[in-house]
């Protein structure tokens, strides 16, 4: 089965994150209630803050989400996870999503690429 | 010269005890609480004053914000600290109890943090209350979503107040409060049972780190998280 992709646009304000991170839950409520995977893509930097301050709040604000699903679902199967993608070019990111996928995992936060080597786990 | 401290949350439980200390330790505060107990807070503690204040509406972070300014001028110590719950099931989770708890523990103190930008003296310090729980937490998706987001907000903002203002996070995890001891004996002990350190946190265990990241001691601190639970965060 094809994971649900949850792909955030760069928030710009207070309520845009707010909206994002509702939209993001309802999203994977109702993903893990029909069995599918979801895999949210987020920009690495965004988790230690690289970008913007409303984008660090959202992207960890769905790590959150996502570890929440894999805290409570592990057991019933769920997979929700987060990849957090290079700045640069990721590669291919429909194999990406496939190998997460297909490793059954849930609940984590995979950083791509070295831009956060040396940094804090995020 | 007296620091000035704006605690929100400061009614009650682990608010008022870091406003305890913070008062002991020679602050000037400031509580805000959108429960009218934070006025007999304020009183007891003597070197405070209070505003009841609901963060999530713009018109009252502006009533803290010009209070502050006429009363103190200026802020040294901004702990953000205000937070609810409303536990579900994931599945079950009403889309309403998902926004109502980011809206107060997330944005709420976001947006008192910018609010507050202008106010916040060189070297100032703002405190950010997240959760062991940022982890991940059993029947909380939006209590975790917007303890990690909190973090995230700490992580972005230090790198752009730097090196004006500090700004850090403080994880508490299992912590004896009204909610903790509501639990079923049995599953509280089971919880305890798995904290290294053999017992359950006391509030003031979070307010002596609070304390600690908003003194000059941690004048080399900015953007990090400083759990404080017993070692729960590394055991099995």
Request: a negative charge; charged letters at 20%; aromatic letters at 4%.
């Amino acid at each position: 089965m094809r994971p649900v992709l949850i792909r955030p646009a760069d928030p710009r304000s207070l309520d845009e994150v707010g909206d994002g991170l509702r939209a993001a839950f309802v999203t994977v409520r109702d993903a893990v209630a029909e069995g599918r995977p979801v895999v949210i893509l987020v920009r690495a930097g965004d988790l230690l803050g690289h970008h913007s301050v409303y984008g660090a709040a959202y992207a960890n604000g769905l790590a959150g989400i996502a570890r929440a699903a894999g805290f409570e679902g592990a057991r019933a199967g769920w997979q929700v996870n987060v990849v957090a993608l290079p700045d640069e070019d990721a590669g291919d990111e429909e194999a990406i999503i496939t190998a997460v996928r297909d490793l059954g995992l849930t609940g984590q936060v995979l950083t791509l690429g070295a831009g956060l080597a040396g940094k804090v786990i995020p | 010269m007296t620091r000035i401290a704006v605690v929100t949350g400061g009614a009650r439980g682990l608010g008022l005890a870091i406003a305890r200390l913070l008062a002991d330790r020679g602050h000037a505060l400031v509580l805000v609480d959108r429960d009218d107990a934070v006025r007999d807070t304020a009183e007891q503690l003597r070197t405070a004053s209070a505003v009841v204040a609901d963060l999530t509406a713009d018109e009252d972070v502006r009533r803290v914000r010009d209070f502050v300014r006429e009363t103190h001028g200026s802020v040294d110590v901004l702990v953000n600290n205000a937070g609810i719950t409303r536990d579900a099931r994931l599945a079950t989770m009403a889309e309403a109890d998902f926004t109502a708890v980011v809206e107060v523990n997330l944005l709420a103190a976001m947006r008192l943090t910018f609010a507050l930008e202008a106010e916040l003296r060189d070297g100032s310090s703002v405190v950010n209350m997240s959760s062991r729980a940022a982890l991940g937490n059993f029947g909380q998706a939006n209590y975790v979503a917007s303890k990690s987001g909190l973090i995230g907000f700490t992580r972005g903002l230090a790198l752009r107040w730097s090196p004006r203002v500090r700004v850090n996070a403080v994880a508490p995890g299992l912590i004896d409060s009204p909610m903790s001891r509501a639990m079923p004996p049995r599953v509280l002990d089971g919880l305890v049972a798995r904290i290294p350190a053999g017992r359950i946190g006391e509030p003031e265990d979070v307010a002596k780190a609070v304390a600690f990241l908003a003194s000059d001691d941690a004048s080399y601190i900015t953007g990090q998280v400083l759990t404080v639970c017993g070692g729960r965060s590394i055991a099995p």
